[in-house]
């Protein structure tokens, strides 16, 4: 993260490009496997599981069908995830 004065931001500059070009981030988030091992044990032992896939399932087909085809779990969509997956 870059952070800017106010005083500094609303100068204007004298070039029209920038002289420091950034790289692409590429950032992951990733639970605590403490948290992920609670997850598992909890799936296992259910009898029944349902995964409702949202917004934040977006990008991730392959893997949802995955875990779906693993639990033995149907899929239904939230209204935001209205096309996250495919149905095949």
Request: glycine share 6%; charged share 20%.
């Amino acid at each position: 993260m870059v952070v800017l004065p106010g005083d500094i931001a609303l100068k204007e500059t004298t070039t029209q490009h920038p002289r420091i070009k950034f790289r692409p981030l590429r950032s992951t988030l990733l639970p605590a496997p403490a948290d992920l091992s609670y997850l598992a044990a909890t799936f296992n032992s259910a009898r029944k599981v349902t995964i409702l896939a949202g917004a934040g399932c977006a990008n991730t087909h392959t893997e949802l069908i995955q875990v779906a085809e693993k639990l033995k779990a149907p899929i239904v969509q939230a209204m935001r995830g209205k096309g996250v997956y495919r149905v095949r």
